[in-house]
């Protein structure tokens, strides 16, 4: 089976502008999660998606929203990108948004701000 | 509010010795903790996780993780290191007051010396 897979891979924007990142979770997975990761730090939470619905969110500006389709993939904006934004950006999926359930996490997008 | 600290930044070991990577954890209620590794430029794989029950977690590639309630500490272990084993170790707890989401801590890079 295929793992999380995230695109782009490599991504680089200037200050202002705005970006689009992609994950397809896992086959069979309804919930995925976004998380940053800054050079040096651990992976921060910044939102949960299952089923389609927001179920949380983490510590970070209304420039960030995301969504979720109903194939269960998804999409994290950001806008008005600052040079703090650069990171990588993790997508994790799991069967169901339960605390169970481990998160199965993807290669990741690789952020870089000018 | 739950959250994690990994008290060391790097761990050296010599091929073959046992090594360990410490983790305690601060959370109100039971903990939910895991442990995930990161290898260069990729994302986060799952090695393990203790909800409940034996207190020594055995996981993926050998590892395991002793969970220690009186100690508040969840310290991970193998008894014989590989070289390839060197990476970049998180330690994570659930918060089980929201959307479940994975607190991190920040990262041992741990390395296996030949």
């Known amino acids: 089976d295929a793992g999380v897979t995230q695109s782009p891979t490599h991504l680089i924007k200037t200050r202002g502008q705005q970006v689009t990142l992609r994950c397809s979770p896992i086959?069979?997975?309804?919930?995925v999660s976004w998380y940053q990761q800054v050079l040096g730090q651990g992976p921060q939470f910044i939102f949960q998606?299952?089923?389609?619905?927001?179920?949380g969110r983490g510590n970070f500006p209304d420039r960030f929203s995301a969504r979720q389709f109903p194939n269960y993939s998804s999409e994290l904006n950001v806008n008005a990108l600052l040079l703090g934004d650069s990171a990588l950006y993790l997508c994790?999926?799991?069967?169901?948004?339960?605390?169970?359930?481990?998160?199965?996490f993807g290669p990741g997008t690789r952020l870089t701000v000018l | 509010a739950q959250s994690v600290a990994q008290p060391e930044d790097q761990v050296n070991v010599a091929e073959g010795n046992p090594l360990t990577v410490k983790c305690t954890y601060s959370v109100s209620g039971n903990p939910y903790l895991f442990w995930y590794v990161q290898y260069p430029n990729r994302g986060l794989q799952f090695l393990l996780k203790y909800i409940t029950g034996d207190n020594l977690v055995k996981g993926s590639y050998g590892f395991e993780a002793e969970f220690n309630k009186s100690q508040t500490s969840f310290h991970l272990k193998k008894p014989s290191a590989l070289v390839s084993d060197s990476a970049l170790y998180f330690c994570a707890v659930r918060d089980l007051t929201g959307a479940n989401n994975l607190f991190f801590g920040t990262g041992t890079r741990l390395t296996v010396i030949p």
């Open positions: 998606y299952y089923e389609k619905e927001e179920r």
């Open positions: 086959s069979g997975h309804k919930s």
């Open positions: 994790a999926s799991s069967r169901e948004g339960s605390a169970h359930n481990e998160q199965f």
